[in-house]
């Protein structure tokens, strides 16, 4: 991939319109909906299948010669949103109940160096909780950029576990809204349409151990 592409997809991250949300959680950390959130929870992640020049190659190959320079990477991932109030025109009448979310997501990386991947994809988020049924909304992810940080360290730089612990942020599309009563409320005026979200989370590699 060419530097420039590099820079035009993490300037779509640096300038997305999404809130200015402090992240918080050891995990993951989902920025909250218009309405519910934000989410805490974890994120499990794992490349499926790797390439070196369209030929398939091991997926913690290191060397210049074999390792990955294109993947795909499935994540599934848990948050719940606690005691965060579900709707805020209701800070009256609060209604603290969990709002769950189930994260799956496959995204097509990019491998600039050892320790960078930078890609897009798309995946569905479901939500669940206490006094409504089950949400589904697909999503789409224009921006995912993961890198390691241990694996920076050189004397380390070859070790299957320096791989393992990835820090990552993504930006999400939801492409379909949310109102107050799909949440089992039907006082909050809440009604949202299409919105982005941010995930950002150090993600378990499971791929790293698996095929190590």
């Given amino acids: 991939m060419k530097w420039g592409r590099l820079v035009v997809l993490l300037g779509v991250i640096t300038l997305w319109p999404s809130g200015a949300y402090a992240a918080s959680g050891f995990w993951a950390w989902l920025e909250e909906l218009?309405?519910?959130?934000?989410?805490?929870?974890?994120?499990?992640?794992?490349?499926v299948l790797c390439t070196n020049?369209?030929?398939?190659?091991?997926?913690?190959?290191?060397?210049?010669?074999?390792?990955?320079?294109?993947?795909?990477?499935?994540?599934?991932?848990?948050?719940?949103?606690g005691d965060n109030l579900r709707f805020k025109d209701e800070a009256n009448t609060p209604d603290r109940r969990e709002v769950n979310v189930l994260q799956v997501s496959g995204t097509y990386m990019f491998r600039l160096h050892p320790t960078v991947?930078?890609?897009?994809?798309?995946?569905?988020?479901?939500?669940?909780?206490?006094?409504?049924?089950?949400?589904?909304?697909?999503?789409?992810?224009?921006?995912?950029?993961?890198?390691r940080p241990l694996a920076l360290v050189k004397q380390w730089q070859y070790k299957w576990w320096a791989y393992v612990v990835r820090g990552e942020v993504e930006?999400?599309?939801?492409?379909?809204?949310?109102?107050?009563?799909?949440?089992?409320?039907?006082?909050?005026?809440?009604?949202?349409?299409?919105?982005?979200?941010?995930?950002?989370?150090?993600?378990?590699?499971?791929g790293s151990v698996v095929w190590r």
């Fill in 171 to 206: 930006t999400s599309f939801v492409t379909s809204g949310f109102t107050a009563a799909q949440f089992g409320n039907s006082t909050s005026k809440f009604s949202a349409g299409p919105e982005f979200l941010t995930r950002v989370a150090l993600v378990i590699d499971l």
């Fill in 34 to 47: 218009s309405g519910p959130g934000p989410f805490h929870g974890w994120v499990l992640a794992a490349p």
């Fill in 53 to 81: 020049d369209d030929v398939l190659v091991s997926c913690q190959a290191r060397s210049e010669s074999h390792r990955p320079k294109r993947l795909l990477v499935v994540s599934i991932g848990g948050l719940g949103s």
């Fill in 117 to 147: 991947d930078v890609g897009f994809g798309a995946g569905a988020l479901r939500f669940s909780g206490h006094g409504f049924d089950p949400l589904w909304r697909f999503t789409l992810i224009p921006a995912s950029v993961s890198a």
